[in-house]
């Protein structure tokens, strides 16, 4: 397969697949270097009591999972100048285990609470941008082992969203009102891009995919946000992101994955991105043109997703 330059579907983002650059010789490896954690701030008993927002589990248990408060916030309902919200969402009492380890009625659990916190979160009428979002590993930008999760809320709604938004609405207006996403996961489930799929989720690879082994998960009826999922539809996205959270683990790699709301916009629909992160580096051709070089093929990716 040749190197091929892709647009990002209705986006004006593109991407170079190069598949012949896997080969190619490596004399510089970096090393992620973790150290065993002294006083770990997520277990059960070192949780700080005026950061904790909310347990959850079965009454007369100890707590599955709970929601604190970012102690260390770049944005706080406080600061006219930065004004929005930072939350954690701790995944497990027990430090040593991880996303993946978890079962399946846990990360319904999981999606529930993400579900739960954004409608809380979205009756602040000065919230205008809600993300959630998982970093796991170094590479992620994760800074704590125990397992957990974050979500970022603010009244200012990023430039690169509001933009794709943007075009979204030109899809629309071009081809009589459909929604893109719609359009593209009816297109990626027919082909030699996807992942899985059930009556009520789809996953693929993305056609022009930025990161080594990226995948999108969406629902197949067109949703807003998390909070509109049915328990159904939540029980078959945590099938599906156990299933390539699984997999992304397998190749030893530290990955993001997040989720995006937009308050006043009603139009979205709701998608949760998964980025692995290995070495795949941004550098110079990325940073300074934009576009992204990406040398596993998303078919590749889908393959091995599906294998």
């Known amino acids: 397969m040749k190197s091929e330059i892709r ?39 070192n949780l700080e009591k005026n950061l904790l927002k909310k347990k959850y589990g079965r009454p007369g248990k100890s707590w599955q999972m709970a929601i604190l408060k970012n102690k ?7 600061n006219s100048k930065a004004y929005g919200i930072q939350e954690v969402l701790v995944e497990t009492p027990r430090h040593h285990e991880q996303f993946t380890d978890l079962p399946l009625s846990k990360i319904e659990l999981y999606l529930k609470i993400l579900a739960d916190r954004l409608r809380i979160i979205s009756k602040n009428k000065r919230i205008e941008y809600i993300l959630q979002f998982k970093n796991d590993g170094s590479k992620a930008g994760a800074t704590v082992r125990h397992a957990h999760s974050q979500i970022f809320a ?17 899809y629309r207006r071009e081809n009589n009102g459909a929604c893109p996403y719609c359009d593209i996961l009816k297109k990626e489930l027919g082909g030699k891009r996807k992942i899985l799929s059930d009556g009520l989720i789809g996953a693929f690879a993305p056609y022009a995919s930025e990161y080594h082994y990226e995948a999108w998960l969406l629902p197949k009826r067109h949703v807003d946000n998390i909070a509109q999922l049915t328990g159904r539809e939540i029980r078959s996205l945590a099938k599906a992101l156990k299933l390539v959270l699984a997999k992304v683990h397998g190749l030893h790699l530290a990955y993001n994955f997040f989720m995006h709301q937009v308050i006043s916009y009603p139009h979205q629909h709701f998608c949760v991105k998964v980025q692995p992160r290995d070495s795949n580096i941004w550098a110079g051709v990325e940073l300074g043109s934009g576009m992204v070089i990406n040398s596993v093929p998303p078919e590749k990716a889908a393959a091995y997703y599906r294998g």
């Open 7 to 45: 647009k990002a579907y209705f986006l004006n983002k593109y991407a170079i697949i190069t598949p012949g650059r896997e080969r190619r010789p490596r004399f510089i490896i970096e090393q992620s270097i973790e150290t065993a954690d002294e006083k770990c701030v997520f277990c059960p008993e």
């Open 72 to 78: 260390y916030p770049s944005v706080t309902p406080e």
């Open 154 to 170: 603010t009244k200012l709604l990023p430039p690169d969203v509001r933009e794709e938004l943007e075009l979204a609405d030109r």
